[in-house]
């Protein structure tokens, strides 16, 4: 029994400094990528880029004229600025929303299943006036539903997120909270094909994500996902210890601002409330 104990102390004790790991490494390649990103804004090469980016895709997808030099420009930065690699992901992106979204919405009669756990809140702004998001994974009930379903909530909560994002903002902040979060929660499948729609058809719209109330268990599930996590997105993610919650989060967000639930002033709404 005492081998038993100090093994499994053990194993406590690496996760832990694997938690820490990343939230070390995390916090510092946001910071990074920030200031990246504030150089890159009034750049000339950058309006060049998107304007030679723009003629290409118009040759092969008359449709791109509708699509504004903002949009260009995340999936630019998406692909490091290069200019072949972001056209075909572009259009790559335009022809799956012909046939993802032929109506050009989710309606929420397609997605009952999910919208009936509230999984998904948002409320408030951080203070570089970015829409927060709150996502609950011990609320998902991979039993519910289906794979397509999945697919079609993820979609329909980016969309509505973007939809309501403030003048002048391309990006939101989000909160993975993973309390009360247990194996029978886990879904691989669910957590990479949200990644891949995240990251291949809304790039550069996620700011930031706090993963927070992190059990050890999870940390099984984050290194089967880990992969799956592109270089850019990687730098945005922070796992946030319990003790340092609310000091975390306020570095980020103003009180008034914080849902509630983490010690803030606002209480979360449904994402087919707001």
Known sequence: MDKEKKLKQTQEEEEEMEFK????????????E???EKIEIGDEIIRSKIG????????????????????????LRARDLDIEKANTMLLKYLSW??????????????????????KLCMQGVDKQGRPIVVAFGGRHKPTKGNLEEVK????YGLE????????????FVAIGDLEGWGYSNSDIRAYIASLSILQDCYP???AKLFIVHVPYIF?????????????????KIIFVENKKLKSTLLNDIDESQLPDIYGGKLPLVPIENC
């Not at 079609?152 to 979609?155: E, P, S, T």
């Not at 509505?160 to 990006?171: F, S």
């Open 21 to 32: 790991d990343c939230e070390n490494h995390s916090q510092q390649a946001q910071q990074q």
């Open 34 to 36: 920030e200031e990246k």
């Open 52 to 75: 030679i980016m723009r003629a290409l895709a118009e040759r092969d997808d008359p449709s791109v004229k509708e699509v504004d030099d903002f949009m260009i420009r995340r999936f």
């Open 97 to 118: 929303r012909r046939t993802f979204l032929p109506k050009g919405f989710v309606s929420e009669s397609e997605i009952s299943n999910q919208l009936a756990d509230n």
């Open 152 to 155: 079609r909530f993820v979609v």
């Open 160 to 171: 509505k997120i973007c939809a309501r994002m403030p003048r002048g903002q391309e990006k």
């Open 204 to 206: 550069e719209r996620l």
């Open 219 to 235: 940390m099984t599930a984050w290194k089967v996902v880990y992969p799956f996590i592109d270089s850019r997105t990687k730098k």
